[in-house]
């Protein structure tokens, strides 16, 4: 590995140094090969994954730390919040010269677990695993994971269940929180935290006239693109507090994920979620408001000699930002999955109508794209209960894409539309393997989801395709964990 310590520099306060306490009886979970090769681990480093996963390696380069943060969770605000449960154990290069975060999720108690146990169990941690390389491979921006590992000490939730460890990797584990926190205890370290962040995260911003707010616009564009991608997807983070939403873009912290699968924009994923704040067609909204409580982190930053009202303007006007980066991206990349092309006035309308239908159908989000991909009209025809809805989408569709470069729309369709994603009963009948010591499933389900574009039947399972019955209750996640 090679190491390039960069938190470690920032002022002392805002970390504290420690080791991880291993948990009893560690041992192996799954290890992602590739990308410990993408982050240049040596085959020394490999071999000893299970002792780096599980706290019982530390690196002499990079002392562990937790970091210090604050945040807003569900609309509040939380006050002083930090990593209660996960240390940085190491910041490094990868091939493409660029520096990862190794974080050890599960770690043990630090001075910011307030009430919690500082572990992880087993079953998130497949959750996360899983989701992580997800993501990754949907081509999302995304933490990841390179190994978990699982123990015998029990850990206590609404049930005793496994404790577990899991390395993620992540660009950037500074929050929109970092600011706030800063800001309400530290503020005299907030122009220098600014400019470190800038310098690590946005360098192009430097040269900017005014590289603060050229930064607060790039923050909020990635964050904006970043949901433009989950929900395109079908993705719903869960849990979008001001702490879980990390400066560079790149999903983050999502305990009670799900993948949507019959469409309803409504879908509450996490049961904690009573108001369903972060339901599936919150979450840009939700995004904007995050990115609204940051921007008021970055007013003390008022250049020397900067009207003060000026400033402040400047910096709300950066969040004008958010709507049109989201609509574009989502419109674009709509039109794609639809087959349709981006620039036809008609083609997001035409979008919406097939939306509809799987909302009133309640048709499987992931699937219809495939169908509408296979040029399997009929199938999709035969689940509507309302077929004239569907009949007259269909001659909307066909109209536009007539005289169109078909085959160059329908080749960026086998690209963009996956096959699969981790439906929640997927990743649970994983986890009820592996609470036995059986990784067989994560194992499937970590190559199945390796390239979700392509159709892998040597691989698939027919549960892999579908929604559980509608008459089957639903997988109750929430934040536990
Ligand atoms: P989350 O919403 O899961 O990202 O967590 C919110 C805050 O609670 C963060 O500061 C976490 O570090 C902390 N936290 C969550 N679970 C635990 C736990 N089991 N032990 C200690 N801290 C935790
Ligand atoms: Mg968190």
């Not at 996963?53 to 002392?63: I, L, N, R, V, Y």
């Not at 974080?103 to 146990?117: I, V």
């Not at 006035?345 to 097939?354: G, P, R, T, V, Y």
């Not at 509809?356 to 495939?370: A, G, H, V």
């Amino acid at each position: 590995m090679q190491f390039n310590s960069r938190y470690p520099t920032l002022n002392p306060k805002l970390y504290h140094q420690q080791d991880p306490s291993p948990l009893h009886g560690a041992k192996a979970g799954h290890f992602n090969q590739a990308l410990a090769e993408q982050l240049n681990w040596s085959e020394q480093d490999q071999a000893a994954w299970v002792e780096i996963c599980s706290g019982q390696k530390t690196f002499a380069e990079f002392p562990p730390l937790a970091m210090v943060y604050a945040g807003h969770q569900f609309g509040q605000w939380a006050g002083q919040l930090g990593d209660g449960r996960g240390l940085l154990i190491a910041q490094i290069l990868d091939k493409n010269n660029q520096t990862i975060d190794l974080h050890l999720k599960g770690a043990g108690l630090t001075p910011y677990s307030r009430m919690g146990d500082g572990r992880a169990v087993l079953r998130s941690t497949i959750r996360e695993y899983l989701a992580g390389h997800a993501l990754n491979s949907l081509g999302i921006p995304a933490s990841n994971a390179v190994g978990f590992t699982s123990s015998d000490q029990g850990v206590q939730r609404e049930k005793l269940e496994r404790g577990a460890m899991l390395l993620r990797t992540s660009d950037c584990h500074i929050r929109l929180g970092h600011f706030e926190w800063i800001n309400q205890y530290q503020a005299d370290l907030l122009p220098e935290f600014t400019q470190k962040c800038i310098e690590w995260h946005y360098p192009e911003c430097l040269s900017a006239e005014q590289p603060i707010l050229a930064f607060a616009t790039r923050v909020i564009q990635r964050t904006a693109v970043m949901i433009s991608h989950w929900q395109l997807v079908g993705f719903a983070h869960g849990v979008m507090n001001t702490d879980n939403l990390n400066i560079t873009g790149s999903t983050l912290d999502f305990g009670p994920f799900g993948f949507m699968e019959r469409f309803r924009p409504h879908w509450i994923n996490n049961h904690s979620d009573h108001q369903g704040r972060y339901a599936y067609q919150n979450q840009p909204s939700m995004g904007h408001w995050n990115l609204w409580q940051w921007l008021n982190n970055l007013v003390p930053l008022c250049p020397e000699g900067y009207d003060k009202e000026q400033w402040k303007q400047d910096l709300a006007a950066c969040l004008e930002h958010f709507e049109p980066t989201f609509l574009e991206h989502y419109k674009f990349g709509l039109a794609e999955k639809m087959g349709l092309p981006s620039f036809h006035k008609d083609s997001f309308d035409c979008a919406m109508a097939f939306l509809r239908i799987l909302q009133s159908e309640q048709l499987d989000y992931t699937q219809s794209f495939i169908r509408l991909q296979n040029q399997d009209y009929t199938a999709l025809l035969d689940d509507c209960l309302d077929r004239r809805q569907f009949e007259s989408f269909l001659s909307q569709y066909h109209s536009i894409r007539e005289h169109q470069d078909i085959e160059a729309l329908n080749q960026r369709m086998t690209e963009v539309n996956p096959h699969y994603i981790l439906r929640n009963h997927m990743a649970q009948k994983a986890i009820e393997l592996a609470e036995g010591n059986d990784f067989s499933e994560v194992e499937r389900l970590f190559k199945l989801l390796s390239t979700p574009f392509s159709q892998q039947p040597e691989l698939e399972r027919a549960e892999d395709l579908a929604p559980l019955p509608s008459d089957q209750p639903e997988l109750v996640v929430s934040c536990s964990s």
